[in-house]
Each structure stands twice: as structure tokens, then as C-alpha cells.
């Protein structure tokens, strides 16, 4: 049944996009899960601690924040080889960077807070109060974070594979079947058209997604009722 038209080397077109969809949403979550743990934990302890640590780790950032984020990542993958876990690394390599500014400006204002001075003055250590009481206090910015950043990790794993610096050719995904598109586009552009729209409809929906999860956990926009 290959109603959304023909296919190369006669493989059902429907099968492989379902199949890339599952492909790109492993990716996607498995670099916004990586990058979090990653961020969070470096921002929080960066936030917190300050001093010569906070010195470290902002430099850290600057120094991979200033490579262009889609060239690194073909550094990474032509350097490694295909294969989904290079492709991982290399879109983590970068994407643990909005955490880790975000929850660090978080944490040098939480660690003022009353809650924080008490439970040091009760003897909780360093490691017990970051764990305890500054990460739980920025998993909603994380989250919100988190679903921007699947969508930009699924243009980037697309972009990726699309350059062939993906995953292997033999691996269906969005990117790879826009590529195998590409000397079929101007006698065969169904076969372009329905990954790319894949793509776009996934990434927008993701982004709404972030935008009402921003609206709904911003206490500021609850009281203005901008998040209505």
C-alpha cells in the first residue's frame, strides 16, 4: 500500500517514515535527558559554590559555546563515524550549555534564600543542599528548556544525517530519506515532501508544547494572565 507514493528501490515509504519517526524521537530524548543531567548538575554547582568553580565552568562553557553548533557536530561525527551513539555525543557536546546558564543565574539567586541559610545553619554539607534544595527548586526551567531543545536536537540529527554524517545510509530516518530525496526532487517530489513535513509538524508541535509549558509553570504570567 504505498499511498504516499512510490519509493525508491521499491521499499514502502509509510514503514520507513514510522520507523524514522521512532528513530529521531530516540534521539531527541535521549539527548534533552543526557544534556539536562549534564547541565543542571554543572549550573547547579556553578550557582551555588561560585568563586574559582564558577570561574572553571563558565570558561568550559564559553570555550564549546563558540564553536558553530552544526560544524562541531560534523567534527565530532567525521571524526568518530556514523552510528547513533556518535550521534548522540555529538549533539550533547553542545546542548547541556541553556541549562547550565540558566539554573546557575537560578541558583546564585536561590542560595540567598531563607530555606537555603537555614539548612545551613542546620549542617547540611554543599552536596546536600544542591541535591536537596537547589535542583528540585529549577526542574520546572529545566523542563521548559528540555522540550526546545528536543526540537532543535531533531533538526540537528535530521541536518546531520541529511549531510551523511549521521547515522549508517541502511538506517531510515527523516534526514537520511530527505537525502535519498535529493536526485529525485524534480521528477519525484513526494519523496521530499513528506519527510520534510514530518519534520516541520514534529518541531512545531514540540515548540507549542515549550511555549504552554513556559506559560503554564511562569508564575509572573499566571498573575498577568498572559498564560491564559
Not at 547541565?39 to 568553580?53: C, F
Not at 568518530?80 to 550533547?92: D, E, P, S
Not at 532543535?152 to 530516518?173: D, H, N, Q
Request: aromatic share 10%; hydrophobic share 55%.
Amino acid at each position: 500500500a504505498q499511498f504516499l507514493g512510490p519509493a525508491d528501490l521499491g521499499r514502502d515509504r509509510v514503514s520507513r517514515l514510522i520507523y524514522g519517526a521512532g528513530l529521531s524521537m530516540l534521539v531527541a530524548f535521549a539527548v534533552v535527558f543526557i544534556s539536562g543531567i549534564i547541565g543542571v548538575t554543572l549550573g547547579a554547582i556553578s550557582g551555588y559554590l561560585g568563586g574559582r568553580t564558577d570561574f572553571v565552568i563558565q570558561k568550559l562553557v564559553e570555550v564549546v559555546w563558540a564553536f558553530p553548533p552544526l560544524l562541531l557536530g560534523i567534527t565530532i561525527m567525521a571524526f568518530l563515524g556514523q552510528g547513533l551513539f556518535n550521534l548522540i555525543l555529538a549533539l550533547v557536546i553542545q546542548r547541556w550549555i541553556p541549562y547550565c546558564r540558566v539554573v546557575r543565574g537560578q541558583a546564585l539567586t536561590l542560595r540567598s534564600r531563607d530555606f537555603v541559610v537555614a539548612a545551613r545553619s542546620l549542617g547540611a554539607n554543599r552536596l546536600q543542599i544542591i541535591r536537596r534544595h537547589i535542583i528540585p527548586n529549577v526542574i520546572q526551567t529545566s523542563l521548559v528548556i528540555g522540550t526546545f531543545a528536543m526540537a532543535s536536537a531533531i533538526i540537528a540529527e535530521a541536518s546531520l544525517s541529511f549531510l551523511g554524517v549521521g547515522v549508517p545510509p541502511e538506517i531510515p530516518t527523516w534526514g537520511t530519506m530527505l537525502a535519498d530525496a535529493r536526485i529525485y526532487i524534480s521528477t519525484a517530489w513526494w519523496m521530499a515532501l513528506f519527510p520534510g513535513l514530518c519534520i516541520f509538524t514534529t518541531v512545531l508541535g514540540i515548540n507549542l508544547l515549550g511555549d504552554g509549558l513556559r506559560d503554564l509553570l511562569d508564575p509572573r504570567l499566571r498573575r498577568t494572565g498572559a498564560g491564559i
